[in-house]
């Protein structure tokens, strides 16, 4: 559905993009996440055409995205809804006329019978038709957030482009919203692109990530893969630098999935090999509902060879810090 190809950008000297390439799939929930000023929201507003790139092609389902072109833009515009940070609702409309803003922007009517059904099953869709006729001033942030997804929706986009969507709201409502639109997601079979400097977004709704750092791809798959046993970079990006771990000893971090993760294999292993070790750092995580863990044993170096020979034959992956 969208294909980035050696895409980069400059402002000036500023080399804000480098060599970006993506393939995401139609009707796929994907993820970009990085930290602020890392390019995420420069490389949404080059997919949708409100940025231009210097070298490199973006093809949006198959048309090159290309600011030259202001009428096939404006076309390609038109299959793309996009949500932000900030809502970006207008105060003096009240939550009809936000939603059916862009309708009107196309010139098109929105008191049809026609129109009205569709404004009004996508305000019910997002959970809103006892505020219809109130002004955002009235709404909470995650109501606020509610009437753009629907009014992002109204023009029946392939494409919906959520930049911090859910950065303003505290965890619970963050969660409402992502699950408002896995079911937009399932419901309609949009394709989705969510970026975020949050963790929990990508694991709770995103099939596959890409992790950006000052304009590149670092890393790019699973979430659970690229979260549970992350590169260098990923790692200093989740604060999980080794320089809390014991000096002491040897460190032996261990991955966890949802078949091993309810193994007893640290008591086991204690048991069967006759020695001691401490734990020094663990976590579980579920990564849309599927849970995995990781854990850092801290073992004596006499003790190393036994205990990666104990963990390779239980099939437990493993990697020496
Ligand atoms: N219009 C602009 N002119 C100049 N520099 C910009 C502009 N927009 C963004 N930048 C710079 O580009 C870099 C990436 O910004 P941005 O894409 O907003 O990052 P993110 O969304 O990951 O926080 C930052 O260093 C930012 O200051
Ligand atoms: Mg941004």
Request: glycine share 6%; hydrophobic share 40%.
């Amino acid at each position: 559905m969208i294909q980035l190809k050696n895409v980069s950008k400059s402002f000036g000297d500023l080399d804000v993009l480098k060599d970006i390439s993506i393939d995401i799939q139609d009707n796929e929930i994907f993820g970009i996440i990085g930290q602020s000023g890392a390019g995420k929201s420069t490389l949404l507003r080059c997919i949708n055409g409100l940025e231009d790139y210097q070298s490199g092609e973006i093809l949006v389902d198959g048309t090159k995205v290309s600011t030259k072109d202001k009428k096939a833009l404006r076309e390609l515009q038109r299959g793309m809804g996009m949500i932000f940070q900030n809502f970006n609702l207008l105060e003096r409309l009240d939550v009809y006329d936000n939603v059916a803003l862009p309708m009107k922007f196309w010139g098109m009517k929105t008191n049809t019978p026609e129109a009205k059904k569709k404004i009004e099953g996508l305000i019910s869709l997002v959970g809103l038709s006892d505020k219809i006729h109130v002004s955002p001033r009235e709404l909470s942030g995650g109501q606020k957030q509610r009437v753009a997804i629907a009014r992002a929706l109204v023009l029946d986009p392939k494409i919906l482009l959520c930049d911090e969507a859910t950065s303003a709201l505290d965890p619970a409502i963050t969660r409402e919203i992502l699950s408002l639109l896995e079911e937009i997601h399932q419901e309609m079979g949009i394709t989705i692109i969510v970026v975020t400097h949050q963790m929990e977004v990508v694991r709770q709704i995103c099939e596959r990530v890409a992790f950006i750092k000052d304009g590149r791809v670092v890393d790019i798959g699973k979430p659970e893969e690229l979260f549970i046993h992350p590169k260098k970079d990923v790692k200093s990006f989740l604060h999980q630098d080794s320089d809390l771990l014991p000096e002491e000893g040897i460190n032996i971090q261990l991955f966890f999935t949802d078949e091993s993760a309810d193994e007893p294999v640290i008591s086991q292993m204690a048991r069967e090999l006759g020695i001691d070790f401490s734990i020094s750092w663990a976590k579980l995580e579920d990564f849309r509902s599927h849970v995995y863990g990781s854990l850092v044993i801290t073992i004596d170096e006499k003790d190393k060879d036994r205990v990666t020979a104990y963990l390779d034959r239980v099939r437990v992956l493993w990697e020496v810090l």
